[in-house]
């Protein structure tokens, strides 16, 4: 006969379980305060405006309000310092001695430190009407000492300035050239045109034409590198300086930077001076290069009118900004940032092509 098995009640009987709580508070009730609001509810949240004409529209709006706000402002500082508006009433250009003159009323314009009148060639006519309407577009004589309001005559005086550093006799002679070569080639190694991303991957963005980033950067690049190395500097191989996965640039190859460096210091004022805004607007000295070589009616040029629509502003700031536009398609722009950099890369872009070009016969 089989004995049975006894079993321990302790083993038997299931174990308590015992549930520990995640805080030690003492829950308590809510106290709901009573309602004392008079009137119609609130009305509900309205969605972002994502259509692009609401969108402009509402910027206009703003802009018109800007505007009223700084009249009013500008009028207010004026009666309060007793300054009047401006001491002009017409801006004019007149052809003195060779040259182009913008005129206030009688009075020449002058370069704000060295108070020589500011001469503009015959060759450049469009240069003289745009740096007349920045002057007529001013209210105010306060206006005229703010850089940020006169970009363009800061950028005729800064090839000015270097018209007359060439032209002096002193042992530093060129002096604001060379630090301007200088500077500008310290941007071939770290170019936005030659930085490409890394090889896509499966789950990375691709355009509508399949194309990843990395393709849309090296087509941009490969066609303005084609240009320059087939135009400007025949016989040169210019390599992208960050490239896969390295996260750090490499410089170009042996005498390369030697050739490059010779033709910066051979442009002349008007056309090193506009390499340098060039340089500074987009970060890229290949881009830069290019605007100029394209645009310049000196003997750096093509020697040929560019067609519309070649390598316009337009192009030169959508090629350095390839990246910020692929991420802002992707994740959507900031409001007010991405935009307003874009125009005014533009617009000192636009500086450069009316700085460089002009009708091909220098007068000076």
Same mark, same amino acid.
């Given at each position: 006969?089989?004995?049975p ?12 379980? #015992? ?26 949240p ?5 259509? *692009?004409?609401?969108?402009? +529209?509402?910027r ?8 009223m706000?700084?009249e ?13 508006k401006? #001491? ?9 001695d060779? *040259?182009?003159? &913008?005129?206030?009323?009688a ?27 920045? @002057? ?8 005229? !000492? ?20 060439d032209?002096?006799?002193s ?10 070569? =200088?500077? %500008? ?14 090889p896509?991957?499966? =789950? ?5 034409a399949?194309?990843?980033?990395r ?16 135009n400007? @500097?025949?016989?040169? !191989? ?15 190859? +042996? ?14 004022? @008007? ?7 060039? %340089?500074?607007?987009?970060k890229?000295?290949?881009?830069? *290069?290019?605007?100029? *070589? ?16 070649r #390598?316009? &502003?337009?192009? %030169? ?8 536009? @692929? ?5 959507? +722009? %900031?409001?007010?940032? =991405? ?13 450069? &092509? ?11």
């Amino acid at each position: 006969m089989k004995v049975p098995t006894r079993i321990p009640r302790q083993l038997a009987l299931p174990r308590p379980q #015992f549930v520990r709580p995640f805080h030690q508070s003492i829950a308590r009730t809510a106290n709901v305060a009573p309602i004392v609001g008079t009137g119609p509810p609130p009305d509900p949240p309205t969605p972002a405006v994502r259509n *692009a004409q609401e969108r402009l +529209e509402r910027r206009k709006k703003h802009a018109e309000l800007l505007k009223m706000a700084k009249e009013v402002r500008s009028a207010q500082d004026g009666k309060s310092s007793g300054v009047a508006k401006r #001491f002009w009433k017409e801006v004019t250009i007149r052809e003195v001695d060779g *040259a182009l003159q &913008v005129h206030l009323d009688a009075r020449p314009l002058r370069h704000p430190n060295t108070k020589a009148i500011i001469r503009v060639p015959l060759s450049k006519p469009n240069l003289a009407s745009a740096l007349a309407l920045e @002057w007529d577009i001013l209210t105010s004589t306060q206006q005229a !000492t703010k850089q940020h309001l006169i970009p363009l005559t800061s950028l005729i005086c800064r090839a000015l300035d270097i018209l007359d550093d060439d032209a002096s006799n002193s042992p530093e002679a060129t002096k604001i050239r060379t630090a301007i070569t =200088h500077t %500008v080639l310290r941007y071939l190694d770290t170019d936005s045109l030659l930085c490409w991303a890394p090889p896509a991957g499966p =789950h990375d963005r691709r355009n509508d034409a399949g194309e990843s980033l990395r393709d849309v950067q090296k087509k941009a690049a490969e066609e303005t590198v084609s240009y320059l190395t087939t135009n400007v @500097w025949p016989g040169i !191989t210019i390599e992208p300086v960050l490239d896969g996965h390295s996260i750090m640039p490499r410089k170009q190859s +042996e005498g390369v930077r030697e050739v490059i460096q010779g033709w910066v210091m051979g442009l002349d004022a @008007w056309e090193i001076a506009g390499l340098e805004r060039a %340089v500074l607007a987009g970060k890229s000295f290949v881009a830069a *290069a290019r605007v100029v *070589a394209e645009w310049s009616e000196g003997s750096v040029g093509t020697g040929h009118a560019v067609p519309v629509g070649r #390598f316009s &502003v337009e192009h %030169v700031s959508k090629a350095t900004s390839l990246e910020v536009d @692929w991420q802002a398609e992707q994740w959507g +722009e %900031v409001e007010d940032t =991405h935009d307003v950099n874009q125009e005014d890369v533009r617009r000192q872009l636009g500086s450069v &092509v009316l700085l460089v070009s002009g009708t091909g016969k220098q007068h000076y």
